[in-house]
């Protein structure tokens, strides 16, 4: 008798919907006291760790675990250079007041720029200890070794120091960045799958949430905003909401219309009961013609990121070539939750807790829309509903600024379904031309690539200056996008021996926009990873194949073989040979990438199921290989693996922001659908390790090879190239009834 999964109920129960309900006698009872401000030099030691007399070592990181599991990882790292158990690792995030400034949590950097910077730290540490224990056991450090916490003489293990004794005040000294680090091979807790350290309170419903946050006095607030772009606020009627028992006033500054209340469902109903009067702003693009009015914007610049040899000579004189053109949609985080926030402004001061990627960023940007010094501004991090890039965190962080500062009690504020889904920032559309030919042996002998991207607005740039809708409200016009790096992954990872490739940056997006996963990545590996599979089908060539004949970086064709070994896959089935019962067509692909041309190597292949008669594509399986260095925690790096494999694959089918004129019609899971359980995919992984090699990032590395993939599995599948993400079954059919016409 087979076992019955999760898998399995899940997909039983039909819609995917699953309700559990548990009773505690404490949910989230417990909250994060607030601790005493302390030293954030990014050079002084005493800012990135402490020790206490138990020995009991805290670590102050800059960066935050937005689900990610880096908390455990980051702590890992630092408990493997000290040699000490890792349960003697308590780790702070994201306060401004106490942990270091270490940028932004994303970018996939948390583990390589995040995790070196704090191992640097711990190695100082370690070497402090070490000369701190030579003077209290009257012994060389040449004679002493770490263990477990303690300071030990090799020449007689019961002579030893706990590390809590040996640190009075603090360690008082500068960061050496050119510290010796451990050596790999004497790992204890790096390598290891140690469970996540947040999982059992959000388990017990005892882990603090932003949503959960509560502090003495609070009141509630909701902002009220049209889901017209660019309307002005004309007038409003507060005279119903007053009849609402719990309200309690009104703060409105501009457009910036916020209703206070004594809790939040009195906050909710009298939101709903204001009447507004909005007048709209200028249409947005029309919709159907979207990728062709990106084409058409000004530009800010071009530049090549990759040229190789002479292509157009090439081109010009081949007569195997191909062209072809992609297209990916305007899409929102959709964050299962709407965003809050909490802010408690008193005596000149504001404290906000926030669910913020960037709390340290926020303290700029909070200072430029409330007028207050940044050195007056405390950002403090609670975990929040998801986000892979910005959503509305930082903007309901801003707007329960501004309420608070307005009537000078702490308010929590949080955002509806509607304002998340349809206000929170977009990606920006992405249109893409490519070119190439082969010669006489099936080889690429020239590729050009043009790609149509957003301006890169923040580069290096500190403070980030990221666009808040509270700015906009109050009359401090912003730049209208925070989106950067979006040129990475533009260039072929493969060795030709001509190649041009072309960067047009758009000036300015038409939509408030910001990064969602994978950001410029995604776009641009769907781009270069299904029209590469063209170029296989060109030359008649097994897809697989063709991409190892590419490539001479060992290591890419190491994750190559390992997902065809992984799938199974066949090199002499014909690319357009599928399996298909019925209406269902049944097809794989494969996609392969090297994040940034620089980091982690991934490659996946798709099964799919295309019904033939609805256009509905459905993911099966996804085989994924993956090498990102160094893995810290294995479990950490499978479970970024699967969710972002699993994320994408609902961008890819269904997500894309709707819109008329300058109303914003993706307000919910209606109207911007995501994917449901029982339409989840069984991902299968192999992960590579690469010890004693950087640890690069795993979460935003997946994502970049899924769409291409799932192209090419259903052009495996029904013979029908699709070019324009989302892949909808409207669609697909269309694609269909285009290649047939073609045909006849």
């Not at 003077?135 to 030990?152: H, I, M, P």
């Not at 019961?158 to 790992?187: A, P, T, W």
């Not at 799958?193 to 005892?206: A, M, Q």
């Not at 050009?448 to 500190?462: C, E, M, P, T, V």
């Amino acid at each position: 008798m087979n076992a019955f999964t999760r898998r399995d109920f899940l997909k039983s129960t039909g819609s995917g919907l699953l309700l559990v309900s548990f009773s505690f006698n404490t949910l989230a009872a417990s909250m994060p006291s607030l601790a005493p401000a302390k030293n954030v030099d990014r050079g002084a030691l005493d800012s990135w760790l402490s020790i206490d007399k138990n020995g009991k070592i805290t670590v102050y990181a800059g960066k935050v675990d937005l689900g990610t599991g880096v908390k455990t990882a980051l702590a890992q790292i630092v408990a493997d250079e000290l040699y000490t158990p890792f349960n003697q690792i308590e780790m702070i995030m994201g306060d401004t007041a106490t942990t270091p400034d270490q940028w932004l949590t994303g970018a996939a950097i948390s583990i390589s720029q995040g995790g070196s910077e704090l191992r640097i730290a711990a190695a100082n540490a370690r070497e402090a200890l070490l000369k701190k224990g030579a003077a209290s056991l009257n012994q060389s450090v040449e004679e002493l070794t770490l263990k477990d916490g303690f300071v030990v003489s090799k020449n007689d293990p019961n002579k030893k120091v706990s590390y809590g004794n040996l640190i009075g005040d603090g360690f008082q000294i500068s960061v050496d960045q050119k510290v010796k680090l451990k050596n790999y091979k004497e790992y204890q807790v790096i390598g290891k799958s140690i469970p996540r350290i947040d999982i059992p309170e959000k388990v017990t419903g005892e882990f603090p949430y932003m949503h959960d946050f509560k502090l003495p006095g609070m009141v509630h607030a909701r902002v009220i905003r049209s889901d017209f772009i660019g309307a002005k606020l004309e007038s409003f009627d507060d005279s119903d909401a007053k009849k609402i028992n719990g309200y309690l006033q009104v703060v409105h500054k501009n457009n910036f219309l916020a209703v206070v209340a004594s809790s939040e469902w009195a906050a909710v109903k009298a939101s709903r009961a204001i009447k507004v009067n909005w007048s709209k702003g200028a249409d947005l693009p029309a919709k159907a013609t979207v990728f062709d009015h990106w084409r058409n914007l000004p530009l800010a610049k071009e530049d090549a990121t990759q040229k190789i040899g002479a292509v157009e000579p090439i081109l010009s004189n081949s007569p195997k070539k191909l062209k072809a053109s992609y297209n990916f949609a305007v899409q929102t985080h959709a964050s299962l939750g709407p965003s809050c926030a909490v802010a408690d402004y008193k005596d000149g001061k504001l404290i906000a807790w926030s669910a913020s990627q960037a709390t340290h960023s926020m303290q700029h940007e909070l200072s430029v829309i409330t007028g207050l010094p940044k050195e007056s501004i405390r950002l403090v991090y609670l975990d929040g509903s998801g986000c892979y890039g910005r959503n509305g965190h930082e903007d309901a962080t801003a707007d329960a600024a501004l309420v608070s500062m307005a009537i000078g009690k702490p308010v929590r504020l949080q955002w509806m379904r509607h304002d998340e889904t349809a206000l929170a920032p977009k990606s920006p559309p992405r249109t893409m031309d490519f070119e190439a030919s082969l010669d006489d042996k099936g080889n690429i002998n020239a590729w050009k690539s043009d790609f149509y991207i957003a301006s890169n607005a923040i580069a290096f740039l500190k403070p980030l200056d990221f666009p808040l809708l509270a700015a906009n409200d109050t009359g401090i016009p912003r730049p209208g996008n925070w989106v950067g790096f979006l040129f990475q992954n533009s260039a072929s990872p493969y060795a030709f021996p001509n190649a041009y490739v072309n960067t047009k940056h758009v000036a300015q997006t038409f939509l408030r926009s910001s990064h969602l996963r994978s950001p410029g990545r995604i776009e641009n590996s769907f781009g270069n990873e299904a029209f590469m599979d063209e170029m296989a089908t060109l030359a008649k060539i097994d897809p697989a194949e063709f991409r190892l004949k590419h490539t001479n970086d060992p290591r890419a064709i190491h994750v190559l073989r390992a997902v065809m070994n992984l799938s199974k896959w066949d090199t002499t089935a014909s690319s357009t040979k599928a399996k298909s019962k019925g209406n269902i067509a049944k097809g794989r692909g494969i996609a392969y990438v090297r994040y940034n041309n620089s980091i982690t190597y991934v490659a996946t292949v798709a099964d799919v199921e295309v019904n033939q008669k609805t256009g509905k594509v459905r993911v099966t399986d996804l085989y994924i290989a993956h090498d990102c260095g160094q893995m810290i925690n294995p479990n950490g790096v499978e479970n970024q693996i699967q969710g972002g494999a699993i994320q994408t694959v609902s961008r890819v089918l269904m997500e894309e922001v709707q819109w008329s004129g300058s109303e914003i019609k993706s307000v919910d899971w209606a109207s911007y659908p995501i994917i449901r359980f029982n339409e989840v995919p069984k991902v299968h992984t192999v992960m590579i390790d690469q010890p004693g090699t950087p640890s690069w990032g795993a979460g935003e590395q997946t994502p970049t090879t899924i769409p291409a993939a799932i192209a090419n599995a259903i052009y495996n599948a029904i013979g029908v190239r699709m070019r324009t993400v989302p892949f909808t079954p409207e669609s697909v059919k269309q694609a269909m009834k285009e290649q047939l016409s073609k045909s006849v």
